[in-house]
């Protein structure tokens, strides 16, 4: 069972990742922001817990304070890691609108705190704080812009650029996450991976 | 010049497009359809008009009623496809929160009838009827969804399969688009696609 905490012991820390991702599209006062982390339904998850499996119909979307939430696949009993979430990242693609069942899994990689939403807790939030309806707005466009980027990027890109673009943009998931995932996530087998690596450190 | 439209000259078939679309995640009462139809800025553009450029700062999105946009990355001289937004699908991704200018164009591939949002229409709208912010967020939570699912089938698929999920879920698109420009969005040569359709043909 997920840990509930309280708002007492979210420290510093985790409350500036919000804050951080928050400020990038609306100014909120330390009132509005009290208030907001009061409401929130923030909860820890041990390394290994499974957030949404395939098949299941996903009703939560989570947004990572700590921790490392994996995406993937389960095709012809491979796991096909298609993304990491890590800190200040929402993970939005997993509430199913249409009630259709998860094609994919979502798995914490690492002990993990994160906000949990759920559609009652959006309506009662928006009640309470209708100023949030248009923040969140804007931050579902942002994300959304960064996505199409990201494909576009992955479209545009061979495996060895995709790898120098990781350590350009995301270093910490090089040495947080296993070199099959990372694999997988690039489109190439470890042994290529392993390949591109040394490649670049010899130059 | 874009030609300026009225309300009333956008026909039955424009309207049921967005009507549709907003039908997904909304319910609105003729009355409410009517106010927004009224109040939006439709525009024609003809074939071969260039929406945005790289290097330029986007500060518009679109909406599709009717032909094809194309975005596409230049890259050593040569155009690399990444999306084709036909009818009933908003283009989003063009707008610059942060003012960076664009990577990539934006092409109107046929004579194209848009929506055309800008950030002060945008605004004015909302005070206007402010029960379009939750239809907005939601409309762009679906957009983000379908995003990251698209991102993740082309991660996982070979290009055979791209060429079969496009048959399957986009088949206008193979009449209506040049075959270089679909060899490019499913990340082929125009040889491979060919022989991609004989062999398709062939079974």
Redesign the interface.
Known sequence: MPKPSTPSSINAQLRQVLKDYVAQ?AQLNDAELEAMFEHLNIREYPAGKVLLREGQVGNRCYFVLQGCVR?Y?L?DGLE?T??FYTEGQPV??T?S?DQQPS??YLYCNEPCVLIVGAPEDEINF?QMFPQF??I???G??????K??????N???STPESRYRNLLETRPDLLDRVPQYQLASYL?ITPESLSRIRKRITLK
Not at 147 to 152: D, N, V
């Open positions: 599209f995406q696949y095709i096909k298609t993304h939005l693609s509430f609108f094609k994919f928006l309806e248009s969140n707005r804007i579902v466009e942002h994300e959304l812009k996505s199409q980027e990201t494909f576009a992955y479209m545009l489109g």
